[in-house]
T-cell receptor
Framework: GDSVTQMEGPVTLSEEAFLTINCTYT??????LFWYVQYPGEGLQLLLK?????DKGSNKGFEATYRKETTSFHLEKGSVQVSDSAVYFC???????????FGDGTTLTVKP | SAVISQKPSRDICQRGTSLTIQCQVD?????MFWYRQQPGQSLTLIAT?????????ESGFVIDKFPISRPNLTFSTLTVSNLSPEDSSIYLC?????????FGQGTRLTVV
């Protein structure tokens, strides 16, 4: 079945550091790929998405490119802020069946 | 973006009792999904709720413990039965389009 593997966490960075959170996937079809963010005590929020190969999703300074050849969707941000501290989930969604499969999540802590 | 309303947003329940969670979506969909997020964990699919037929449960989840109703194309309920402290989690409902998934804010259940 489908699966998503995220880099092991947690990740601790200083403010303005460069962020990369790795995500690779296994899927039988051509899924859509997502990054979700969950701030402490809050619900799940869509951060960005990409629906086909070579698409780049971007939002709030975060970017991720759908790489079919490496089955990856790594999340990057050039300069993190303390307010980016949260749990980040990589996920894929089957086009036909509709259900989503999530990675384990990566906890990011940004220190001033 | 889609609107998904879940009720209640949180509850504290006694062990041995049951909690029914309601989910209302803003447009008709064939499939709705129920997920569980245990403390510090990722989201795991419980079941797919299909209108007019029985829900399809994922491995490890059974109908007796998690009965689901789907009376129409915009509404579903999930009941968590015979509660134990291990059921303390956030429960989320979701709907999808061809390329995107939408999630409710979740129901935070604490079993005491």
């Amino acid at each position: 079945g489908d699966s998503v593997t995220q880099m092991e966490g947690p990740v601790t960075l200083s403010e303005e550091a460069f962020l990369t959170i790795n995500c690779t996937y296994t899927a039988t079809g051509y899924p859509s790929l997502f990054w979700y963010v969950q701030y402490p005590g809050e619900g799940l929020q869509l951060l960005l998405k990409a629906t086909k190969a070579d698409d780049k999703g971007s939002n709030k300074g975060f970017e991720a490119t759908y790489r079919k050849e490496t089955t990856s969707f790594h999340l990057e941000k050039g300069s993190v802020q303390v307010s980016d501290s949260a749990v980040y989930f990589c996920a894929l969604k089957e086009t036909n069946a509709g259900k989503s499969t999530f990675g384990d999540g990566t906890t990011l802590t940004v220190k001033p | 973006s889609a609107v998904i309303s879940q009720k209640p947003s949180r509850d504290i329940c006694q062990r041995g009792t049951s909690l029914t969670i309601q989910c209302q979506v803003d447009s008709q969909v064939t499939m709705m999904f129920w997920y569980r997020q245990q403390p510090g964990q990722s989201l795991t699919l419980i079941a797919t709720a299909n209108q007019g037929s029985e829900a399809t449960y994922e491995s490890g989840f059974v109908i007796d413990k998690f009965p689901i109703s789907r009376p129409n194309l915009t509404f579903s309920t999930l009941t968590v039965s015979n509660l134990s402290p291990e059921d303390s989690s956030i429960y989320l409902c979701s709907k999808g389009t061809v390329t995107e998934a939408f999630f409710g804010q979740g129901t935070r259940l604490t079993v005491v």
